[in-house]
């Protein structure tokens, strides 16, 4: 089962239960064991499921709860604090230094998605403000220098590698060597893989590791292996000592929650999970975070850090979001983001509750269409109503008759899209309270 089936099924599961009329304790147990199902058809260990269930009712104390006690949201409260909890690592993950050359390499099977893996933290690192290069030290799968080549060239990064040294581990030490003097931050490695665990790879990972003394090392695992995750990374660890994990292929493989899960389980930091074979997809692995998505809940600082990896500067509307702000402009620019970024159907579960809300039942080709229509409304303001914090619509209705007309559009439509930018302020104004740019916590009943 897809992650994304995954969470639509746990979802119906309570959302069936809580929007009963009446919960009986016999319904309750139904929900835990449809959740349950659910987990194990996507792979996750018998044992955490156990672990889970357990977790569920302890917390919710179906017997005991007052007659007037919120149940709905105790309920939805347990689930997903149980969902996070098996699967956080609950380890913190190295974090390079700037203006330092930190090496990271890259270790894993042969397919698991290293090289391209290696591109996407680049770009990642490369948004945030660092020097980054890559180096292949695959000397082992023809065409692997090709393939970084080119990734690296369409994300503008520097690399290195040979197309005639058959020694991985001199191009691994030449290559770093040059970017260390050349004073790059963040030095990616990418090495060769083999189709199964054998002792020739790990020989290879050893003494790269060795040469180039990484302040990092990264295995990459392919999700669709499952709960095997864990056997694999074991048997990665007892030789290459890696500090943190990436997990390809979340998007496509049924047992991701599996391979997930059963990583979080040796606590072995989750830094990264892969979402797709496009460079952008990729996203930072923060158990809240991904249990909201997964929940459908929405959450900002994943679509925000989407937002980066696309376009790079997002320089005003971040400083307006440090101060609490977010302009009616700051939500043109937003939705002209979201609307470069590919299929709707990959961002509507990052969509915070509204805007998600008002994508919801569409295919990809209506979203954009309503997407179009929004920054048509846009762009018959003002550059003073732009740069407003949207109030002054409502103080002057006739201004949004005029901007309807103007675009073509209808009132109804101006009124909408004022709205979700007003929910966006009330976000940002929050977000500034809690001093970060990420939304906290569990959900709303
Ligand atoms: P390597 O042998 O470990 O270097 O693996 P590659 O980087 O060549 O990746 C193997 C295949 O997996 C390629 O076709 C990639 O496009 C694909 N791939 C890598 N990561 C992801 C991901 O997160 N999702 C999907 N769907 N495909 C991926």
Redesign the pocket.
């Given at each position: 089962m897809v992650l994304q089936d995954l969470g639509k099924r746990i979802n119906a599961a309570v959302t069936d239960l809580t929007r009963a009329p009446t919960m009986s304790e016999k319904a309750f147990d139904g929900m835990i064991k449809e959740i349950c199902n659910a987990l194990m058809e996507a792979d996750v260990n018998i044992r955490l499921v156990g672990t889970l269930r357990k977790a569920i009712k302890s917390k919710v104390k179906f017997g005991e709860l007052a007659p007037h006690a919120n149940k709905r949201r105790i309920i939805q409260q347990a689930v997903f604090e149980a969902l996070v909890d098996i699967v956080n690592p609950h380890e913190k993950a190295w974090q390079p230094k700037k203006a330092k050359s930190n090496v990271i390499m890259f270790v894993?099977?042969?397919?698991?998605?290293?090289?391209?893996?290696c591109t996407k933290l680049a770009i990642y690192y490369k948004a945030r403000g660092f020097k980054v290069c890559l180096v292949c030290a695959?000397t082992f799968?023809a065409g692997?220098f090709d393939?970084l080549k080119q990734n690296a060239t369409k994300a503008g990064i520097p690399y290195y590698g040979s197309l005639t040294q058959t020694n991985p581990v001199t191009v691994a030490s030449d290559g770093v060597a040059k970017f260390k003097k050349e004073r790059f931050e963040i030095i990616i490695v990418?090495t060769s893989?083999r189709h199964q665990q054998e002792n020739a790879l790990f020989a290879e990972m050893v003494e790269i590791q060795a040469a180039v003394q990484p302040q990092q090392t990264v295995m990459?695992l392919d999700a669709s292996i499952g709960q095997a995750a864990e056997a694999q990374s074991r048997a990665f660890k007892e030789t290459a000592d890696f500090g943190a994990i990436i997990i390809?292929?979340?998007?496509?493989a049924a047992a991701g929650g599996g391979a997930i899960s059963a990583v979080a389980a040796t606590h072995t930091p989750i830094i990264f999970i892969?979402?797709?074979?496009h460079q952008s997809?990729f996203e930072s692995f923060k158990p809240e975070s991904f249990v909201k998505r997964l929940l459908g809940m929405g959450d900002m600082s994943a679509l925000m850090e989407k937002i980066q990896m696309n376009n790079g500067d997002q320089k005003p509307t971040m400083k307006n979001l440090a101060e609490g702000k977010f302009s009616v402009r700051d939500m043109r620019d937003q939705i002209a983001n979201v609307s470069k970024m590919g299929p709707l159907s990959k961002l509507a579960g990052m969509m915070p509750g509204g805007m998600g809300g008002l994508m919801q039942g569409m295919d990809d080709e209506e979203g954009s269409m309503k997407m179009k229509r929004m920054i048509y409304i846009c762009d018959s303001m003002t550059e003073k109503e732009l740069d407003s914090d949207g109030k002054i619509f409502t103080e002057q209705p006739a201004r949004m008759t005029r901007v309807a007309r103007g675009s073509g559009t209808s009132v109804r439509e101006v009124e909408e899209l004022l709205s979700q930018q007003q929910m966006m302020a009330g976000m940002a104004k929050k977000m500034k309270g809690m001093g970060a740019a990420g939304q906290k916590g569990a959900p709303g009943a």
């Open positions: 894993g099977l042969q397919g698991a998605g290293k090289t391209t893996t695959d799968r692997a393939q990418d893989g990459v390809t292929k979340t998007d496509g892969g979402t797709g074979e997809d």
